[in-house]
């Protein structure tokens, strides 16, 4: 068997090869992307795609923009890797810009928001010790909310309560409680002396865009207060400016005392990042946890360079801004179209079209006419543009939109 050459390269022959040789993990697309500018992406082929799908909520600034691929290849060519047994230039100032944003704290740097969430969950339980007393194992509990996407390790299987997540690798790490999302008196029914931490998603996002109110995040900060337990805010997704603020948890007017990001923290790069609040930062000592990647020069140029951008060119008041007209738009779309869309719901750029019928026909529908998007939960396509979109490139998937739902029987 000879494998595919960029020269030669078409989706039909990838597609082969990884039918012979790729593992069975994912229910690939029938196209393979070859290039991308902006939001646009480029197959095989050479049709072109409206990309609103950002890599799952990962190319903050579209693709291969001029500033960050210049100042990724520059660091390509001056140092990629060293270890963190060494200090790293681009990591500190990286660090510093964190906390900028999150307050008071520390900053541990690892590659992905599964990582990033595993770390979070061996903290709460350092908590619990030192909440306990020094007494390991009594208290290490961690209570998420229903329908939750934490990663794909046993932590954070153990921490999603969704049967296709933990099928088939029973049994799961103990230590979980669950409770309904945005309802806090079911938060405060799970909590025992045995619990350590508060874990939520400020939107979930693999299960379909689902919003965590402010009352409801005030309300759980407020139990952890009383209760002695860290408040763990997962904003893979959902953070890094999505939404219009840094960090999506902000629309509430709350700080938790821990944070994991990833996905668009790096504009493509991986790259994951766990802050912790002053108080709880160093419940971690030397040798207690590690990665040999984590935080390396290359990643961090591509974090720093994701964040000079989007300071340099305003994108949080970019999608303050032009969110208000884009969601307008999909409203009346689904008023226009309601036998197939039961409503939108999200923040920013970071939104939900509700489908009566399985999203997966329509999400086949919008690729075939241009526009990539993905799916969320059980009845959601999620739209996840660039924060570099334009106006215009909004409308266009509106319209897109439009066209295939106004073509398509019931």
Same mark, same amino acid.
Request: charged share 20%.
């Given at each position: 068997?000879? +494998?595919?050459? &960029?020269?030669?390269?078409?989706?039909?022959?990838?597609?082969?090869?990884?039918?012979?040789?790729?593992?069975?993990?994912?229910?690939?697309?029938?196209?393979?992307?070859?290039?991308?500018?902006?939001?646009? /992406?480029?197959?095989?082929?050479?049709?072109?795609?409206?990309?609103?799908?950002?890599?799952?909520?990962?190319?903050?600034?579209?693709?291969?923009?001029?500033?960050?691929?210049?100042?990724?290849?520059?660091?390509?060519?001056?140092?990629?890797?060293?270890?963190?047994?060494?200090?790293?230039?681009?990591?500190?100032?990286? =660090? &510093?810009?964190?906390?900028?944003?999150?307050?008071?704290?520390?900053?541990?740097?690892?590659?992905?928001? &599964?990582?990033?969430?595993?770390?979070?969950?061996?903290?709460?339980?350092?908590? #619990?010790?030192?909440? +306990? =007393? #020094?007494?390991?194992?009594?208290?290490?509990?961690?209570?998420?909310?229903?329908?939750?996407?934490?990663?794909?390790?046993?932590?954070?299987?153990?921490?999603?309560?969704?049967?296709?997540?933990?099928?088939?690798?029973?049994?799961?790490?103990? !230590?979980?409680?669950?409770?309904?999302?945005?309802?806090? =008196?079911?938060?405060?029914?799970?909590?025992?002396?045995?619990?350590?931490?508060?874990?939520?998603?400020?939107?979930?996002?693999?299960?379909?865009?689902?919003?965590?109110?402010?009352?409801?995040?005030?309300?759980?900060?407020?139990?952890? %207060?009383?209760?002695?337990?860290?408040?763990?805010?997962?904003?893979?997704?959902?953070?890094? !400016?999505?939404?219009?603020?840094?960090?999506?948890?902000?629309?509430?007017?709350?700080?938790?005392?821990?944070?994991?990001?990833?996905?668009?923290? !790096?504009?493509?790069?991986?790259?994951?990042?766990?802050?912790? &609040?002053?108080?709880?930062?160093?419940?971690?000592?030397?040798?207690?946890? #590690?990665?040999?990647?984590?935080?390396?020069?290359?990643?961090? =140029? +591509?974090?720093?360079?994701?964040? %000079?951008?989007?300071?340099? %060119?305003?994108?949080?008041?970019? /999608?303050?801004?032009?969110?208000?007209?884009?969601?307008?738009?999909?409203?009346?779309?689904?008023?226009?179209?309601?036998?197939?869309?039961?409503?939108?719901?999200?923040?920013?750029?970071?939104?939900?079209?509700?489908?009566?019928?399985?999203?997966?026909?329509?999400?086949?529908?919008?690729?075939?006419?241009?526009?990539?998007?993905?799916?969320?939960?059980?009845?959601?396509?999620?739209?996840?543009?660039?924060?570099?979109?334009?106006?215009?490139?909004?409308?266009?998937?509106?319209?897109?939109?439009?066209?295939?739902?106004?073509?398509?029987?019931?």
């Amino acid at each position: 068997m000879k +494998s595919v050459t &960029a020269s030669k390269v078409t989706s039909k022959k990838v597609a082969k090869v990884y039918d012979e040789v790729g593992m069975k993990t994912y229910a690939s697309l029938p196209i393979s992307l070859v290039r991308g500018e902006g939001s646009m /992406v480029w197959d095989a082929e050479g049709r072109r795609y409206l990309d609103f799908m950002s890599g799952i909520a990962v190319n903050t600034l579209g693709h291969c923009h001029p500033e960050w691929v210049r100042k990724v290849r520059e660091q390509l060519e001056t140092l990629v890797h060293v270890s963190n047994i060494f200090h790293i230039p681009g990591q500190a100032q990286l =660090a &510093a810009r964190l906390v900028e944003h999150a307050g008071p704290g520390r900053v541990f740097f690892c590659n992905s928001g &599964a990582e990033a969430n595993e770390f979070l969950i061996k903290l709460a339980r350092l908590w #619990g010790r030192q909440k +306990s =007393a #020094g007494e390991e194992g009594r208290c290490y509990k961690v209570i998420t909310a229903t329908n939750a996407f934490h990663g794909r390790t046993f932590g954070g299987m153990a921490a999603t309560p969704q049967a296709k997540i933990q099928s088939g690798f029973a049994p799961m790490l103990p !230590g979980f409680k669950h409770a309904e999302f945005n309802d806090l =008196a079911s938060f405060e029914a799970q909590i025992d002396e045995e619990c350590a931490a508060i874990m939520l998603e400020t939107i979930q996002g693999e299960g379909g865009i689902h919003v965590a109110s402010a009352e409801f995040l005030q309300g759980i900060r407020d139990l952890c %207060d009383r209760h002695g337990l860290m408040m763990i805010m997962d904003e893979v997704q959902c953070g890094l !400016g999505r939404t219009g603020k840094f960090f999506a948890y902000e629309h509430a007017g709350v700080t938790p005392d821990a944070i994991g990001m990833a996905k668009g923290l !790096g504009g493509g790069f991986p790259i994951g990042a766990a802050w912790v &609040a002053r108080g709880y930062d160093e419940l971690f000592q030397p040798g207690s946890h #590690g990665t040999t990647f984590g935080g390396s020069p290359l990643a961090c =140029a +591509s974090a720093n360079a994701v964040l %000079d951008v989007m300071e340099a %060119d305003n994108l949080l008041d970019r /999608v303050i801004v032009q969110s208000p007209a884009w969601h307008n738009a999909l409203k009346q779309l689904a008023e226009r179209h309601s036998q197939h869309v039961a409503g939108m719901r999200g923040l920013g750029y970071h939104v939900a079209l509700v489908m009566r019928t399985d999203p997966a026909a329509w999400i086949t529908r919008f690729r075939e006419n241009g526009l990539l998007t993905v799916r969320g939960g059980n009845d959601a396509i999620r739209l996840m543009p660039p924060l570099t979109a334009s106006a215009t490139e909004l409308e266009n998937a509106v319209d897109v939109i439009d066209f295939v739902l106004g073509t398509t029987n019931a």
